[in-house]
């Protein structure tokens, strides 16, 4: 193994020790997590750049080591900084101990996502996989009752996605090759797999339960890391068991480009902040899933070229995303605003982040949706099936479209305005080691959207002038603020619909009079059937003046509701088997036994 790599783990490993000291290490983080991700992208650049094919850490592993570390680099400070100021959240754990599980357990689920890139297929790829799901659903569980749901939602998600995998590798280490439809059911059992860790859609609904739960860390380096793992054993699947078959490409678009537009649209009716980050990240991941499908499918350079970069922007813009968030007094939309006075470097983190997300140039949510477009209308023309292909580019644009419109909602009510709450007029802003932490992944992100072809070296990939863009934007943004500038300026009152007449009691603006999570996006969301919003009135008292609320129904949850009631009537049933009757368990036996010699007779 490489030595980098060695040490990386060793390092990881040390801060798990040191964590069970009293009280918790936790000042040793930055030094043990963020050191093992700069030696982990050291490590994971030189064997993606150079081309190496030194297993296990051959130029594909070597990717997402790096991507890893990058994220490692980035978690290590921030995390110190969120454990030494953030109180329980009623986990019957005092703070000390809190930190001192969170500080032993994220290093082994760091050490974890490591070993199942640099595995190769067998039992110790699956040993290491379930390893990384066992530890992110105790992290996520630490946080409280609050966390019940979602760490819950986790853990069920995890399992279905083990069982694919033990299906599928169970048939990949049989001695006798593939052949008839083993392959296809090897298949089936890797998307189910990985698809499932990688939320393909439908099986995305536990990510927006579990990540808003998590604490702000714990989503970076889930949302940025670990469902990148489903990609990757997607892509490596090709090395394991051969060329994937035409109906796991088709399955790929078809559901990736359906789930990122229901993904987005729901996310406009999402009032958690974290729920709208973890609504966009199910977006990201299934038009990830999409260009892999049509790779599958064409061998476009194009879509292999966006799959790569896609997975490094959005770990990056993602992984700040939700480190931001560790700085909100609250994360109800409604509640927040004005924030960008009180949190200023946590806004402009943000606000990075942000454009980069919707994809505006120069930063790097553009150039892989440009390389998505050009790999659709690449696709051949003509009668044939691959040719529908190109439908892809209206699917690709108003994903595009309403992932601005996505962003400008957060970003605005959050930080714009006016703060709709006493909770977000007492914010304040994180420490060195929380900016540090923001600060190395902004840097990181600006270098990547305007260096593209220092990541992409190796698949040589067509560019647009990056660079040459920026600096032309950067100068007419800059002449247009001289140019106004020099204007003369005149002030006049905000047109108020008139409120604050002076002298008239009870006239005067109020915060509560800027628009409501829901309410901006409302005319938006009755343009898509599958999210319903319904009116409901409440009322305080009975002197109290009625309030509107708007509430969204979601099909996809109803219908997983359903499905959670009849699985939970059919566990009932099953368990009448344990009646505890001694007739009843040897008729059991009897009965299975003559089902195996029949088996076995024929």
Known sequence: MNLFITIALILLGLQSLLALLRPPATGFLPLCLGGSGLLLVVAGLEAWLTGAQRAPLDATAGFYVALLGALYLGVGPYLREYLSHHEPRRTGLGQPDRAKLVACLLPLFAAAMVGVVLSPPGYTFLFLWEGMA??????????????????????????????????????????????????????AGLVLGFGTKAALFPFSTWLPKAHPVAMSPLSALLSGGMVKLGLYGLYR????????????GWLLVGLGLAGAV?????????????????????????????????????KSPFFLLAFFFHQAAHA???????????????????????????????????????????????LAGFLFEW?????????????????????????VALVGAL????????????????????????????????????????????????????????????LYPVLSLFLALLGLGGGLVYLLGRKPQRAYDTWDCGFNQPGLAGSALTPQMQPHALGYSEQLLRLFP??????????????????????????????ETRLALGYTAFVRRVQLLQSGSLHLYLLLQFLTLLFVLGVVWR
């Open 530 to 559: 599958f999210v319903e919003l319904n009116l409901r009135l409440s009322r305080g008292g009975l002197l109290d003046p009625p309030r509107v609320r708007l509430e969204v129904g979601d099909w996809l949850l109803a219908l």
């Open 403 to 462: 992932a601005a419109v996505s962003y400008v909602r957060l970003f605005g009510l959050a930080f714009l305005g006016q703060p709709r709450s006493l909770e977000a007029g007492e914010a304040h802003e994180l420490g060195i080691f929380g900016q540090l932490g923001m600060g190395i992944l902004a840097g990181l992100l600006t270098g990547l959207s305007l260096f593209p072809a220092a990541l992409l070296r190796p698949l040589e990939p067509p």
């Open 316 to 362: 990056l813009f993602k992984g700040l995303l939700f480190l931001g968030s560790g700085a909100l007094p609250v994360r109800e939309l409604s509640r927040l605003g004005g924030l960008h006075r009180l949190l200023p470097r946590t806004a402009a983190w943000s606000f990075l982040a942000a454009l980069a997300a919707a994809g505006l140039p120069p």
């Open 237 to 248: 699947a090709q090395a394991w068991v051969g060329p994937a078959p035409g109906w796991v």
């Open 262 to 298: 229901y993904a987005l649209v729901r996310g406009l009716a999402e009032e958690d902040y974290k729920g709208v980050l973890a609504y966009s990240s199910v977006e990201n991941l299934n038009l990830l899933l999409a260009a892999l499908g049509a790779y599958f499918l064409l």
């Open 371 to 395: 390389y998505l477009y050009q790999g659709f209308l690449a696709a051949p023309k003509g009668t044939g099936a691959l040719s529908l292909l190109v439908l892809g580019v209206g699917a």
């Open 134 to 187: 066992l530890l992110g659903y105790l992290l996520i569980a630490l946080e409280g009752p609050a966390a019940l749901a979602g760490s819950r939602a986790f853990f069920l998600a995890s399992r279905l996605s083990g069982a694919g995998l033990f299906l599928a590798l169970v048939l990949l280490t049989r001695k006798e090759p593939l052949s008839g439809g083993l392959e296809n059911l090897v298949w």
